[in-house]
């Protein structure tokens, strides 16, 4: 055990001999896929719960696909599926951008984790209570500082635990990246696996990481919970 | 107690007498390495080394199970009984000896790097600079290619399996990758999608590190097994089996 730690300890936190992995390589593609699908996904939960069928359609078929398929299928067409394609190797920009498989993991992992966060958030867009919008009109709100200044707030602070599990989820799942050959923490596992063969350490190295991470995570959003959540604690006054 | 202490007892008692007659044997394989293992399109597991196992099999009269195993899970799976013997185109490495036993050789193939035809690529530093050379990760090819080339201005990109090796070769992903020579043909360049790619130089040579061929692999305590099989092995190539199975896949030697 402490032979494997001491040999393999900088493969599995940042560097395996020339290029990120491990650790730190599972940490970026988490961060960079949670941002963007963040990002993106607050104006896709404002065209969710739209009235309009032609700006609700597409972002309920858009969440329903990619819900709907496994992450690793997923992973699969972006990685291997896109690149064949004459249009992508054609030109030069997409050549380049889905030649690395970094950035096909990212892509893949950004658009799933967005697609959930879209129907988090949009759930949390629907339960706004009544009263609140009711209030935004009374102020002669237009629906766009309406929704700006109330609405949005409002369903990110009661979306927060359950984006939090989402988060924690989008960290398990990036254990698929070796797959697009991203040396994740479970592909630098697999490396001591399989040049030592001692299972048992080599994974639970690998297990005691993604802990440390979702404690990590866990503890990340309770301290936002209790800051933008306060409201919701019994008043002691 | 005493009816759970004899149970036990005789638990214990109908293993060890399975384990010595060794009436049925247990083969891990992981089948995505045509022409030595893959699965046909029933589902039917075939190739060299499945027809070599079978007649093993059938010399010590004892009924072969496959059970289907990833690569690089072969020898944890193989110490934790979920199988009896390796039989995957294993090479035999002193690594891999220090954990399992390993039978008499099977077959021997060599090492080479496929690239595109005409690239002018070969298996140097200076001729792959800057190039990218996927190898499977856990196998010697990928040993071989980080001890070379890697940390040296090669890019050596390790991947899941074999398929998306040659899948990146295709696409364009790859500058070259290491194979085992009779796989690459067989499986790769002779088909459509490979018949833009040839060998690049000649065989890669480091015993230390490639091996000498592939065997049997073997807990090192079921010595009893690893006699079996080397007789089994040894009549193969007196009776002619063994050359009349190698002639169905290979236009050459194997063995030697």
Same mark, same amino acid.
């Given at each position: 055990m402490i032979e494997i730690v001491q040999e393999y300890w900088q493969a599995y936190l940042w560097n395996d001999g020339g290029q990120l992995s491990g650790l730190a390589m599972t940490l970026w593609l988490l961060v960079i896929s949670v941002a963007i699908g963040f990002v993106m996904s607050v104006p896709l939960a404002v065209a969710r719960v739209s009235k309009n069928p032609w700006v609700r359609g597409p972002v309920w078929f858009y969440t329903y696909v990619f819900r709907g398929t496994p992450l690793y299928i997923q992973l699969l067409l972006f990685y291997t599926g896109v690149y064949s394609l004459s249009v992508v190797q054609s030109s030069d920009l997409l050549n380049t951008f889905f030649r690395e498989g970094f950035n096909c993991a990212a892509l893949a992992f950004a658009l799933n984790t967005c697609a959930y966060t879209t129907e988090i958030f949009a759930g949390a867009i629907r339960s706004t209570p009544h009263g609140e919008i009711e209030a935004a009109r009374a102020y002669g709100m237009s629906t766009f500082t309406m929704y700006r200044r109330v609405i949005i707030p409002s369903m990110l602070r009661r979306a927060l635990p359950f984006y939090g599990n989402e988060v924690i989820l989008m960290l398990h799942a990036t254990t698929v990246a070796f797959t697009a050959t991203v040396p994740d923490i479970l592909k630098v596992a697999r490396d001591v696996n399989s040049a030592t063969y001692a299972s048992f350490e080599a994974f639970g190295i690998a297990a005691a990481l993604y802990a440390v991470i979702a404690f990590f995570l866990v503890w990340l959003f309770r301290r936002c919970e209790m800051h933008w959540?306060?409201?919701?604690k019994p008043q002691s006054h | 107690m005493k009816k759970l202490v004899i149970s036990v007892a005789l638990a214990l008692a109908s293993t060890g007498v399975m384990a010595k007659e060794w009436n049925v044997v247990r083969f891990g394989v992981d089948?995505?390495?045509?022409?030595f293992e893959s699965k046909a399109a029933d589902g039917k597991l075939v190739g060299f080394d499945i027809d070599l196992g079978n007649a093993i099999c059938e010399k010590i009269k004892a009924k072969c199970v496959w059970v289907e195993n990833d690569f690089d899970g072969m020898i944890p799976a193989l110490k934790a009984k979920k199988f009896d013997a390796i039989l995957s185109s294993l090479s035999v490495t002193d690594k891999r000896k220090e954990q399992i036993a390993f039978s008499d050789k099977l077959f021997n193939t060599p090492v080479r790097l496929v690239a595109r035809k005409g690239s002018s690529l070969q298996p140097t530093v200076e001729s792959l600079k800057g190039k990218r050379i996927g190898v499977q990760q856990g196998t010697v090819m990928e040993s071989f290619a980080k001890a070379h080339w890697?940390? %040296?201005?090669v890019t050596v990109v390790p991947y899941q399996n074999n398929d998306l090796v040659l899948a990146d070769l295709v696409s364009g992903r790859l500058d070259g990758s290491v194979q085992e020579v009779v796989l690459a043909d067989t499986a790769?360049? %002779?088909t459509a999608q490979g018949r833009n790619f040839g060998f690049a130089g000649g065989n890669l040579n480091d015993v230390k590190i490639l091996g000498v061929g592939t065997a049997v692999g073997l807990r090192k305590e079921d010595n009893d097994l690893r006699l079996l099989i080397n007789k089994a092995i040894a009549d193969m190539h007196k009776d002619g089996t063994y050359q009349r199975l190698s002639k169905k896949y290979f236009s050459f030697d194997i063995y030697h």
């Amino acid at each position: 055990m402490i032979e494997i730690v001491q040999e393999y300890w900088q493969a599995y936190l940042w560097n395996d001999g020339g290029q990120l992995s491990g650790l730190a390589m599972t940490l970026w593609l988490l961060v960079i896929s949670v941002a963007i699908g963040f990002v993106m996904s607050v104006p896709l939960a404002v065209a969710r719960v739209s009235k309009n069928p032609w700006v609700r359609g597409p972002v309920w078929f858009y969440t329903y696909v990619f819900r709907g398929t496994p992450l690793y299928i997923q992973l699969l067409l972006f990685y291997t599926g896109v690149y064949s394609l004459s249009v992508v190797q054609s030109s030069d920009l997409l050549n380049t951008f889905f030649r690395e498989g970094f950035n096909c993991a990212a892509l893949a992992f950004a658009l799933n984790t967005c697609a959930y966060t879209t129907e988090i958030f949009a759930g949390a867009i629907r339960s706004t209570p009544h009263g609140e919008i009711e209030a935004a009109r009374a102020y002669g709100m237009s629906t766009f500082t309406m929704y700006r200044r109330v609405i949005i707030p409002s369903m990110l602070r009661r979306a927060l635990p359950f984006y939090g599990n989402e988060v924690i989820l989008m960290l398990h799942a990036t254990t698929v990246a070796f797959t697009a050959t991203v040396p994740d923490i479970l592909k630098v596992a697999r490396d001591v696996n399989s040049a030592t063969y001692a299972s048992f350490e080599a994974f639970g190295i690998a297990a005691a990481l993604y802990a440390v991470i979702a404690f990590f995570l866990v503890w990340l959003f309770r301290r936002c919970e209790m800051h933008w959540l306060a409201f919701l604690k019994p008043q002691s006054h | 107690m005493k009816k759970l202490v004899i149970s036990v007892a005789l638990a214990l008692a109908s293993t060890g007498v399975m384990a010595k007659e060794w009436n049925v044997v247990r083969f891990g394989v992981d089948a995505n390495y045509a022409p030595f293992e893959s699965k046909a399109a029933d589902g039917k597991l075939v190739g060299f080394d499945i027809d070599l196992g079978n007649a093993i099999c059938e010399k010590i009269k004892a009924k072969c199970v496959w059970v289907e195993n990833d690569f690089d899970g072969m020898i944890p799976a193989l110490k934790a009984k979920k199988f009896d013997a390796i039989l995957s185109s294993l090479s035999v490495t002193d690594k891999r000896k220090e954990q399992i036993a390993f039978s008499d050789k099977l077959f021997n193939t060599p090492v080479r790097l496929v690239a595109r035809k005409g690239s002018s690529l070969q298996p140097t530093v200076e001729s792959l600079k800057g190039k990218r050379i996927g190898v499977q990760q856990g196998t010697v090819m990928e040993s071989f290619a980080k001890a070379h080339w890697g940390g %040296k201005g090669v890019t050596v990109v390790p991947y899941q399996n074999n398929d998306l090796v040659l899948a990146d070769l295709v696409s364009g992903r790859l500058d070259g990758s290491v194979q085992e020579v009779v796989l690459a043909d067989t499986a790769f360049l %002779k088909t459509a999608q490979g018949r833009n790619f040839g060998f690049a130089g000649g065989n890669l040579n480091d015993v230390k590190i490639l091996g000498v061929g592939t065997a049997v692999g073997l807990r090192k305590e079921d010595n009893d097994l690893r006699l079996l099989i080397n007789k089994a092995i040894a009549d193969m190539h007196k009776d002619g089996t063994y050359q009349r199975l190698s002639k169905k896949y290979f236009s050459f030697d194997i063995y030697h």
